[in-house]
């Protein structure tokens, strides 16, 4: 599974110290840096944070422990092999 991260913003993005957490509690810790308009995609390390077909969480959370960012799916959302969007 795979989370794609896209810095919208004006200036550059530190990653240190920024996390990803599913509804579990699961985390998965972040590092380098997004460029201005880049996209990179991260690949969810194997029992690190394991998204759920049936529906789940993803929360972005800084290193203040600020949420920065969050998306629910559900299992209607779900289709195997395909991404799930979200606007």
Do not use: C
Request: proline letters at 6%.
């Amino acid at each position: 599974e795979r989370v794609l991260l896209a810095n919208t913003g004006r200036n550059a993005a530190d990653l240190e110290g920024w996390f990803l957490e599913d509804r579990s509690g699961h985390q998965m810790h972040l590092s380098g840096t997004l460029a201005e308009g880049e996209e990179k995609e991260i690949l969810l390390q194997p029992g690190k944070l394991p998204l759920n077909n049936t529906g789940d969480e993803i929360t972005m959370i800084d290193p203040k422990g600020n949420i920065r960012h969050r998306v629910t799916y559900s299992a209607e959302d779900v289709v195997p092999g395909q991404p799930v969007l979200f606007s």
